[in-house]
């Protein structure tokens, strides 16, 4: 392996970006190597690093930067058009298309962009890499006899049945902080009334609130929670261990599929540069790692079709309503209001 | 086929022209009018469509005792998704102040009324905008409060519908102007049909057909037919009269030679002196040769007169050729010349005009006797070959001489080698004329071992 992995203290990264946030930091190929690829991303670097390394392979005169950001960070650093980043990555599908609207990003026409189903890009501007059901996990052992939830309907009468089995071991994303979690909790609420039914339910409850899929799961195979509503599936299939106590289930009334993102800045250095990467994640190679390597589903429409319950947050302007900062603080006042009671 | 016409354009070319003109004219009018409907029909969707989303938002607006409560419905979004994939931009203010959305976004030039939307077009962003504006009135804290909600999409899904439909438009166009150039060529083609077909009727016309064209032809033709028909009767007035006329010379002249003849005759036989009984000889000879001329020339006419007016008949052309015979007997005898006839014992029936076949037959052996030398032999052969009759003239006279035959035959034209017979040149024309007439051929050649083989060959009956 040539690629060389640097993690480097967030003090040192700070100073290339300074209006970002920056959780890690990865330089990948020749230091020396004259032209410099800048990714900011929202996923780890180990999660991605399979992927850099082979899109470098065979290509001495290329090293890529990858920087990693919170969601939120990420869409301030591409609005502070301060430039530094070259193609951005993100799970936030709301914030993407915001950027996307509003003029931030580059247009990009390949032969592999063009091969992407309608519904997994926007314009030539907004483009999905991965797709990745947004699950329930429960713990079999936490359960203990009670029915395994399939719609939110069993889930609500589930949680409103058993209150002295669940008070306090319910967990779910803080949409205040996680840009995620924000995302999926609008999306529940456009799709269905049910969900502030649940709400109100977890409300009850005392339910923990957590900022990342991994804390979640992790405290679910602790014994810390025993469910864990709206987690990112590919997170839960890596990191439960087999033949343990976490499972993970797809909500048969729907189950939302987000899509991770990729638009290359119209304020970086190297476009060209970030669309041959692009144009690398979405080919059959690109997305053969991001299933087996990176452990992300790959777009696939087949999949989606098997399972009818699935359905992908639409890559629409209808997205843009939830950014208004008008309606994201109405929404998250009403989440308050039904969940922490504060 | 044009004759010695000047050709001064074409009457097919400038239809076709004019036509495939107005067909590109309609074509050109077929594709704007396509596209400018195209782009009206898609344009009043898009604005239904961004209408209805700023509808959506105002309606969505509530008043209170506090503040101004702004929802923004995800679909009043989303829905501007479905036409195509259009960047969205919104504004919402409230008494003028911008509440949330695009602070800068333009808003509309002409005052809002109500909850109807109005549409306008603006730059923003460095994209071109439509927009749509509704105005609605909020109670909020016992004070009326007026919130303009607008709401704009960048026109490129509009564009690539019209771009579409344009390009449809123009496939429409080209195929209508390529249908209406065929049937431009084809339409030229049957209107001058009857012209070409007339021209052809004329010009299949044999050179003594001078009869009025009597098929019907278009109204417009009429014209041009009549002055036609009028130019071909005069021409043929002027022919028969002229015909007429060398008859009639012909004829003055015949008479008053046969009494001068006749005198000289007398007075050669009265007269003594050896000088004057030579010179009225040489006189007789002068008038003889006269009378000849002016009956050939008699004769021509009346063949050309008969071909158009012919009276045919059956004829037996072996006792034709044994009257013929008969007639010149006395002139052969003059020159010690054996006039013989070899035909076949039955008859030879052929249908035709008499005087003309007779008047060809004269002509042929009046000629043979005249260029034959004396005492020699004029042979008439008559022969059934194919279904036809052959007359055969043969003698031993001086030949052709080299000349070319045919050019014997036409008027006026004698050989090279007969200065010193006198003769008029239209012995061989008249029966050119007559085979002619009688759907036969003529042709005159060298015999072998000296003389000439004039051959006319007649249908059999």
């Known amino acids: 392996m040539r690629g060389i992995v640097h993690t480097l203290a967030l003090i040192l990264a700070g100073q290339l970006a300074q209006a970002v946030e920056i959780e890690d930091r990865a330089e990948f190929g020749d230091p020396e190597a004259g032209r410099v690829l800048s990714v900011l991303s929202t996923t780890d670097a180990v999660v991605f690093s399979p992927l850099v390394e082979a899109f470098l392979a065979g290509r001495p005169d290329l090293r890529?930067?990858?920087?990693?950001?919170?969601?939120?960070?990420?869409?301030?650093?591409?609005?502070?058009?301060?430039?530094?980043?070259?193609?951005?990555?993100?799970?936030?599908?709301?914030?993407?298309?915001?950027?996307?609207?509003?003029?931030?990003?580059?247009?990009?026409?390949?032969?592999?962009?063009q091969a992407l189903p309608q519904w997994a890009r926007w314009r030539d501007h907004l483009f999905a890499i991965a797709q990745e059901p947004v699950v329930v996990i429960v713990s079999t052992r936490g359960l203990a006899g009670l029915p395994e939830p399939h719609t939110r309907s069993d889930l609500v009468n589930l949680l409103r049945d058993n209150p002295e089995r669940f008070s306090g071991k319910v967990?779910?994303?803080?949409?205040?902080?996680?840009?995620?979690?924000?995302?999926?909790?609008?999306?529940?609420?456009?799709?269905?009334?049910?969900?502030?039914?649940?709400?109100?339910?977890?409300?009850?409850?005392?339910?923990?609130?957590?900022?990342?899929?991994?804390?979640?799961?992790?405290?679910?195979?602790?014994?810390?929670?025993?469910?864990?509503?709206?987690?990112?599936?590919?997170?839960?299939?890596a990191l439960l261990e087999p033949g343990g106590d976490g499972r993970v289930i797809e909500l048969e009334d729907f189950t939302h599929v987000l899509l991770r993102t990729a638009l290359i800045d119209r304020d970086g250095d190297e476009p060209e540069l970030a669309g041959e990467f692009?144009?690398?994640?979405?080919?059959?190679?690109?997305?053969?790692?991001?299933?087996?390597?990176?452990?992300?589903?790959?777009?696939?429409?087949?999949?989606?079709?098997?399972g009818p319950h699935l359905r992908p947050i639409r890559l629409d302007p209808g997205l843009l309503v939830y950014v208004d900062p008008l309606k994201r603080q109405r929404f998250l006042n009403e989440w308050a209001a039904a969940v922490t009671r504060r | 086929m044009s004759h010695g016409a000047q050709i001064g354009g074409s009457i097919r070319r400038r239809l076709v022209l004019q036509l495939l003109v107005v067909a590109a004219i309609l074509s050109g009018l077929l594709y704007f009018t396509v596209r400018s409907v195209a782009d009206q029909a898609v344009e009043a969707t898009q604005d239904s469509i961004l209408g209805s989303a700023a509808i959506a938002i105002a309606e969505e607006?509530?008043?209170?005792?506090?503040?101004?409560?702004?929802?923004?419905?995800?679909?009043?979004?989303?829905?501007?998704?479905?036409?195509?994939?259009?960047?969205?931009?919104?504004?919402?203010?409230?008494?003028?102040?911008?509440?949330?959305?695009?602070?800068?976004?333009?808003?509309?030039?002409?005052?809002?009324?109500?909850?109807?939307?109005?549409?306008?077009?603006?730059?923003?962003?460095?994209?071109?905008?439509?927009?749509?504006?509704?105005?609605?009135?909020?109670?909020?804290?016992?004070?009326?409060?007026?919130?303009?909600?607008?709401?704009?999409?960048?026109?490129?899904?509009k564009q690539a519908i019209v771009g579409r439909m344009a390009n449809r438009a123009a496939a429409l166009g080209l195929g209508f102007f390529a249908i209406a150039a065929a049937l431009a060529v084809l339409t030229a083609r049957s209107v001058l049909a009857p012209l070409a077909n007339l021209a052809e009727a004329v010009g299949r016309r044999g050179p003594q057909d001078l009869r009025p064209v009597t098929r019907p032809v278009p109204l417009e033709l009429v014209p041009f037919v009549a002055a036609l028909n009028g130019f071909i009767?005069?021409?043929?007035?002027?022919?028969?009269?002229?015909?007429?006329?060398?008859?009639?010379?012909?004829?003055?002249?015949?008479?008053?030679?046969?009494?001068?003849?006749?005198?000289?005759?007398?007075?050669?036989r009265q007269a003594g002196d050896d000088r004057i009984r030579a010179t009225l000889r040489s006189v007789i000879r002068a008038v003889d040769d006269s009378a000849r001329s002016a009956g050939q020339l008699l004769d021509h006419a009346t063949v050309v007169y008969r071909s158009d007016q012919r009276a045919d008949e059956d004829i037996d052309l072996g006792a034709l050729v044994e009257a013929v015979l008969r007639s010149f007997a006395p002139t052969a005898e003059l020159k010690d010349i054996a006039l013989t006839a070899d035909r076949p014992e039955q008859p030879v029936k052929v249908w035709g005009d008499r005087l003309l076949i007779e008047s060809a037959l004269r002509n042929l052996v009046d000629n043979a006797i005249k260029y034959?030398?004396?005492?020699?032999?004029?042979?008439?052969e008559l022969r059934e070959a194919k279904l036809r009759a052959i007359l055969r003239v043969l003698d031993r006279g001086r030949g052709l001489a080299g000349m070319d035959a045919s050019g014997l035959t036409g008027r006026f034209k004698r050989g090279a080698n007969v200065e010193d017979v006198i003769g008029s040149g239209l012995g061989l024309t008249i029966v050119r004329e007559v085979a002619r007439a009688q759907r036969g051929t003529f042709k005159i050649s060298q015999r072998k071992g000296g003389g000439t083989c004039a051959e006319l060959s007649i249908p059999l009956r």
């Open chain 1, 64 to 113: 890529v930067t990858y920087t990693v950001a919170s969601s939120q960070d990420v869409y301030d650093a591409v609005l502070s058009r301060e430039g530094g980043f070259d193609l951005v990555i993100s799970s936030a599908m709301d914030l993407q298309m915001k950027l996307a609207n509003d003029g931030f990003a580059s247009a990009h026409v390949s032969p592999a962009t």
């Open chain 1, 171 to 237: 967990g779910t994303y803080d949409p205040a902080v996680s840009g995620s979690g924000y995302l999926f909790a609008t999306q529940d609420a456009r799709q269905s009334d049910s969900y502030w039914r649940l709400a109100e339910v977890m409300g009850t409850l005392s339910p923990r609130l957590y900022g990342t899929s991994g804390a979640m799961i992790s405290d679910i195979q602790t014994g810390r929670l025993i469910l864990a509503y709206n987690v990112l599936g590919s997170y839960a299939q």
């Open chain 2, 61 to 157: 607006l509530r008043g209170g005792d506090e503040a101004l409560v702004i929802d923004i419905p995800y679909a009043a979004f989303s829905m501007l998704g479905a036409v195509g994939e259009d960047r969205v931009f919104y504004r919402i203010l409230a008494d003028d102040r911008t509440e949330t959305g695009y602070a800068d976004l333009p808003l509309p030039q002409r005052p809002l009324s109500g909850l109807s939307a109005i549409y306008y077009s603006a730059s923003y962003d460095d994209a071109d905008l439509r927009l749509a504006a509704v105005e609605r009135s909020v109670l909020v804290a016992g004070a009326n409060v007026r919130v303009v909600v607008v709401v704009g999409q960048t026109r490129t899904a």
């Open chain 2, 233 to 268: 009767g005069r021409l043929g007035v002027a022919l028969s009269r002229t015909e007429t006329f060398i008859a009639e010379a012909a004829h003055h002249i015949r008479t008053p030679l046969a009494t001068v003849r006749a005198q000289a005759e007398i007075a050669l």
């Open chain 1, 278 to 306: 692009l144009d690398y994640l979405l080919s059959d190679e690109g997305q053969t790692l991001i299933e087996t390597r990176a452990g992300l589903p790959r777009i696939n429409e087949q999949a989606l079709r098997a």
């Open chain 2, 372 to 380: 034959s030398p004396p005492d020699t032999e004029v042979t008439v």
